[in-house]
């Protein structure tokens, strides 16, 4: 049976060209840059391109990228490293950030600092006066993130910026799930930090940077060599990093066509999910959203129950962020559009991907009515 997979917020298969990409590096140039013999120079050489690849993507100097193991390290180096440098102050961010945001703030809180949690409003956007209401004269960081990566939602990011550029808070913005999809530069965003992920992008797991404007100050959390600056020390991960830049490279190129391939898919899909099964709504803003995110509660059901029922049919979906799966709590994002329970129980993420049909679409609309009429049949949840 052919998989459907529709999961690419969680992560995307390695393209092809990526791979080709990174093949010489495994075992044929698999010197440590660090070294000055020849292997050593042609690895240096292999990371200095695959950074100035990104640096020109992102419009940054190519010494303002920190390469990482991927998304959740580079949100731990922002947030931590710059309260660890700048001692006790005031945080600013939401309450639907991604877990290696939220969890890193609620850590510092704990500690001592002050932290403000702002609301996002019902259609999952951060008002950016809500942002300058929030500021004091010790708010250190501002961290705010791209696009949602449960319901897809894209934030202001420019316009905070702009407000920011008043103060002297540092401005960080989780990109991961924008990356393939919206304008990364850093300049026109205002942004001092930004994390990108590569495996978001038809990238290698393990691998991602975080963009460090000049002048910031970062305290690293771990402590070894010379390499990254010193904020990340160790062996610099090169067939990943040269399949990182490959993957960027391919997404900017690729990006205005397959945005808009995907956003006639994605509005076709919601509006058969919407019209077609009964008590079905749309999480989030209809059109400041990712090109392929359509999340939804269906009242009724539990959201783990009919992704399990679609598996068995080959079809892949996520009840929220892949890194809560495990979790039978409704999903912190939906909670934070002020909810009801049951639309957090009833969530389901579908997120499109460069091989997504209509077909594959029709085949999801032509099985999940069936399976959602089977379970809220035997469901103790009336509506």
């Known amino acids: 049976m052919k998989r459907i997979y529709l999961d690419h917020a969680a992560t995307t298969p390695l393209d092809p060209r990526v791979k080709k990409a990174m093949d010489p590096f495994w075992s044929e140039k698999f010197g440590n840059p660090s070294s000055l013999y020849k292997e050593g120079r042609e690895a240096k050489r292999a990371l200095n391109e695959a950074r100035a690849s990104i640096a020109k ?136 930090l930004m994390t990108i992920n590569g495996s978001k992008v038809y990238g290698p797991k393990g691998i991602g940077f975080l963009y460090v404007k000049k002048g910031v100050k970062l305290q690293p959390f771990l402590y070894g060599g010379e390499q990254e600056k010193k904020l990340r020390p160790g062996t610099e991960n090169v067939p990943a990093i040269v399949g990182l830049a490959e993957a960027l490279k391919i997404a900017q190129k690729e990006k205005s066509n397959e945005v808009k391939r995907l956003t ?74 002020k909810k009801p329970h049951e639309y957090g129980h009833g969530s389901l993420r579908f997120t499109l991907g460069r091989k997504t049909t209509k077909k594959e679409i029709d085949y999801v609309m032509k099985i999940l009515p069936e399976v959602i009429v089977k379970l809220r049949s035997i469901s103790a949840i009336k509506i």
């Not at 019902?122 to 500021?135: F, M, Q, S, Y």
Request: hydrophobic share 40%; with cysteine.
């Open 57 to 192: 993507i992102i419009k940054s100097r190519p010494e303002e990228i920190i390469f990482t193991d991927g998304g959740t390290e580079s949100d731990n180096l922002a947030i931590l490293g710059t309260a660890n440098n700048s001692g006790k102050g005031h945080i600013i961010t939401t309450k639907f950030e991604h877990h290696a945001v939220l969890n890193s703030v609620k850590f510092l809180e704990e500690q001592g600092l002050d932290v403000t949690w702002l609301d996002v409003g019902r259609e999952g956007i951060v008002n950016p006066k809500d942002i300058e209401k929030a500021l004091k004269p010790n708010t250190i960081l501002v961290s705010i993130m791209y696009a949602n990566n449960e319901i897809g939602t894209i934030q202001p990011i420019a316009e905070i910026g702009k407000i920011l550029k008043k103060h002297s808070a540092v401005f960080h913005t989780d990109a991961c799930q924008a990356a393939g999809y919206l304008d990364l530069n850093v300049e026109k965003l205002g942004v001092d």
């Open 264 to 337: 006639g898919l994605r509005d076709y899909f919601i509006k058969k999910l919407t019209t077609e099964i009964p008590k079905t709504f749309l999480n989030g803003h209809s059109r400041l959203r990712l090109p392929n995110n359509i999340n939804i509660s269906v009242l009724g059901t539990e959201g783990e129950a009919v992704l399990l029922y679609l598996d068995e049919y080959g079809i892949s979906c996520s009840t929220g962020s892949a890194c809560s799966s495990e979790s039978l709590e409704p999903s912190h994002v939906i909670m934070a559009l």
